[in-house]
T-cell receptor, first 110, second 115 residues
């Protein structure tokens, strides 16, 4: 059904490294969103993607809406300690039904 | 300052007691949502409301109840029927446009611990 599979589940990287995570589904999604959740806080919207093939940047973050509309990728370049948190993908398969991935927990070692 | 507020940040209750979590938004959003997050887990939808005086069950509504008497408020009651209520609860809101996708914006969350 409309499940989102997010990977990897967790990542441990060195400060300065680039990071890549992705979200896939067996169903077509019409919009993809990426959120970041700091420890003990609510998720904050980072990037929204509305068209297949769209590539959007927000500072060091870049996200892409897959051509098949069944996947999306988030890249973080030159990671810094404040990038630590949980990154969630989310997708709409119609206007009001949004599904979340299980999250990627990122740890950045100074 | 527009936003979503949840109070309190931390809440402790004894087993068997009902408890109500507050969620208020001044974004003039029509739709509001409640999610539950367990350690290391994603977000699971409890209830949502697309308009005042109407709400729908999400994926894990059992043991919870909500009301939507005002546009800006969507309180969640965790009842004694909820078998495992200790969790982090997140409230969200969105515009409810029919012709576009309605991104959700989240409050800071309430951590409920039942002793």
């Amino acid at each position: 059904g409309q499940q989102l599979n997010q990977s990897p589940q967790s990542m441990f990287i060195q400060e300065g490294e680039d990071v890549s995570m992705n979200c896939t589904s067996s169903s077509i999604f019409n919009t993809w969103l990426w959120y970041k959740q700091d420890p003990g806080e609510g998720p904050v919207l980072l990037i929204a993607l509305y068209k297949a093939g769209e590539l959007t940047s927000n500072g060091r973050l870049t996200a892409q809406f897959g051509i098949t509309r069944k996947d999306s990728f988030l890249n973080i370049s030159a990671s810094i300690p404040s990038d630590v948190g949980i990154y969630f993908c989310a997708g709409f398969y119609n206007n009001n039904d949004m599904r979340f991935g299980a999250g990627t927990r990122l740890t950045v070692k100074p | 300052d527009g936003g979503i507020t949840q109070s309190p940040k931390y809440l402790f209750r004894k087993e068997g007691q009902n408890v109500t979590l507050s969620c208020e938004q001044n974004l003039n959003h029509d739709a509001m949502y409640w999610y539950r997050q367990d350690p290391g887990q994603g977000l699971r939808l409890i209830y949502y409301s697309q308009i005042v005086n109407d709400f729908q069950k999400g994926d894990i509504a059992e043991g919870y109840s909500v009301s939507r008497e005002k546009k800006e408020s969507f309180p969640l009651t965790v009842t004694s029927a909820q078998k495992n209520p200790t969790a982090f609860y997140l409230c969200a809101s969105s515009i409810n446009r029919l012709d576009a996708y309605n991104e959700q914006f989240f409050g800071p969350g309430t951590r409920l611990t039942v002793l």
